[in-house]
Nanobody
Framework: VQLQASGGGSVQAEESLRLSCRGS????????VSWFHQSPGKEREFVAG????????SYAETVKGRFRLYRDENKEVLYLQMNRLRAEDTGLYYC???????????????????WGQGTQVTVSS
């Protein structure tokens, strides 16, 4: 299972970006998949995740109402639509997956053994 994240860029505050997490193999089948954010000098923080059983979504309080997770029609890509971006959203964004049949979303990065490369988001105020 491999994950590939893309879609980062540089924007002004209040603008939008859409990040993509493409999975190979059974990346999105019966396992939780989440996005994490890492600012310089800080640990990775949970942003949003999708339950591997019922596809329910969980969001960090700081992004509720601004960010949205959704899948493409073929369920091969998990998108993170980021609206009304703020300067504090700047950093590297990673998508991560739990092991097979581990379906529940949790906010602890250590619970996710599979990681894609980070994609940089820079928001200027």
């Amino acid at each position: 299972v491999q994950l590939q994240a893309s879609g980062g860029g540089s924007v002004q505050a209040e603008e939008s970006l859409r990040l993509s997490c493409r999975g190979s193999g059974s990346a999105f089948d019966t396992r939780a998949v989440s996005w994490f954010h890492q600012s310089p000098g800080k640990e990775r923080e949970f942003v949003a995740g999708e339950d591997g059983a019922n596809e329910s979504k969980s969001y960090a309080e700081t992004v509720k109402g601004r960010f949205r997770l959704y899948r493409d029609e073929n369920k091969e890509v998990l998108y993170l639509q980021m609206n009304r971006l703020r300067a504090e959203d700047t950093g590297l964004y990673y998508c991560a997956a739990k092991s097979y049949l581990n379906v529940r979303v949790t906010p602890n990065a250590a619970d996710y053994p599979i990681w894609g490369q980070g994609t940089q988001v820079t928001v200027s105020s």
